[in-house]
């Protein structure tokens, strides 16, 4: 049993950071706009700023929590005996729900970024979108998309 507990402890990591981090950066498109029209503006970047996106988990924290449960209830059944043993594995599964929750979140943060972009008629729009490219100030770029689906791309 206490071979399994390291086995159990890296899969269940390994597992909780997949979170499907694709749909947040600018070069990826959803199934539901292929084939549609896209209106197009043009901007020049005024500021960029590093943040990061809390994606959503796939499993709603199930993996971590569920999986930071089990461990810490078997670690907690290894300690004392009789009532005490029974304390001790309710707390460590507590404990490692908690923990396992924390670990899911953290492993399911990308790293992003904010811009702020002066269009053409001269409005100003915040987009943050996946850090896979660079962008700097003073960059011309395409909006692409409106309203809530709105993606910035190099000009």
Do not use: F, H, W
């Amino acid at each position: 049993m206490k071979r399994l507990l390291p086995i159990a402890a890296l899969s269940i990591l390994t597992l909780a950071g997949c979170a499907n981090t694709a749909p947040y950066s600018g070069d990826v498109y959803r199934g539901n706009q292929a084939q549609t029209g896209q209106s197009v503006t043009y901007g020049t970047i005024v500021a960029v700023r590093p943040v990061q996106i809390q994606a959503d988990s796939r499993t709603g924290n199930l993996l971590g929590g569920g999986g930071g449960a089990v461990i810490g209830g078997l670690l907690g059944s290894q300690v004392g005996g009789g009532s005490g043993r029974q304390l001790a594995t309710v707390a460590g599964a507590l404990g490692g729900a908690i923990a396992g929750t924390a670990a899911e979140d953290r492993a399911n943060r990308i790293n992003a970024l904010e811009m702020e972009i002066r269009r053409d008629d001269g409005t100003d729009v915040i987009v943050v979108q996946s850090a896979d490219r660079q962008y700097q100030a003073g960059q011309r770029v395409r909006l692409i998309g409106s309203g809530a689906n709105l993606s910035v791309a190099p000009y």
